[in-house]
């Protein structure tokens, strides 16, 4: 699913070609037993769903772009919420035709590489969910 090297808290990790990113990072994290860090990347993918929350309804609001895509930019944090890694994914991808779509990040398949740096931290990260932006905030 994916290669790696270490140096010291910081994780260089190649993700395989046709893996779904998401998931292979949650399975990287949960391997190597991080529950608190962040992560930065870049690659390619032919299908992203991005997520957006409507903060008058609290609704979400997924959408699927199934076209060749650059990662140009992916941000995260790695967090742990029920004592399971809690992802929260943002990325840009740029189009064929050199404009970016972007937003927070649910599930991408990749279609060439996906390079990352994962950096360890060794607190505490948790997340509970609030009431009043339906979100999953951070437990500092
Ligand atoms: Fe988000």
């Not at 390619?44 to 959408?63: H, I, M």
């Amino acid at each position: 699913m994916y290669s790696f090297t270490q140096d010291g808290d910081k994780f260089v990790v190649s993700i395989d070609n046709h893996q779904e990113l998401a998931g292979a990072i949650a399975a990287f994290c949960k391997e190597q037993g991080i529950l608190a860090g962040e992560i930065s990347g870049i690659g390619a993918v032919n299908t992203a769903t991005l997520r957006f929350l409507d903060p008058g309804t609290k609704r979400y609001v997924d959408k699927t772009f199934d076209e060749q895509m650059e990662i140009s930019s992916l941000v995260g944090n790695i967090s742990e919420k029920d004592g399971n890694v809690y992802l929260h994914l943002h990325a840009n991808f740029g189009r064929r035709d050199y404009t970016v779509i972007g937003g927070h990040l649910l599930c991408a398949t990749i279609n060439g590489a996906c390079e990352l740096v994962v950096t360890r931290f060794h607190c505490k990260m948790g997340r509970h969910f609030d009431e009043e932006t339906g979100l999953n905030l951070y437990t500092l």
